[in-house]
């Protein structure tokens, strides 16, 4: 579900050369997180901490700092 949802978009907007994939050369925005969504009760997964948030590859926020 997950690889899906993460691929249509950038297709239906004509960016799938540049998003879409975790890959060099790609854009990346994602978040760690300090738990797994797939092995947590899915009542517990917004609980689920953020440690840090990536947007374009950049590290724009981290719990640490």
Same mark, same amino acid.
């Given at each position: *579900?997950?690889?899906?949802?993460?691929?249509? /978009?950038?297709?239906? &907007? +004509? $960016?799938?050369?540049?998003? +879409?994939?975790?890959? =060099?050369? *790609?854009?990346?925005? #994602?978040?760690?997180?300090? %738990?797994? =969504? #797939?092995? &947590?009760? =899915?009542?517990? /997964?917004? $609980? /689920? =901490?953020?440690?840090? %948030?990536?947007? +374009?590859?950049?590290?724009?926020?981290?719990?640490?700092?």
């Amino acid at each position: *579900m997950l690889r899906r949802s993460h691929r249509r /978009i950038p297709h239906a &907007t +004509g $960016e799938s050369h540049l998003k +879409g994939r975790l890959a =060099p050369g *790609m854009l990346a925005d #994602f978040v760690a997180l300090g %738990a797994s =969504p #797939f092995h &947590t009760d =899915p009542d517990g /997964i917004s $609980e /689920i =901490p953020v440690k840090s %948030a990536r947007v +374009g590859g950049r590290q724009v926020w981290s719990a640490d700092s």
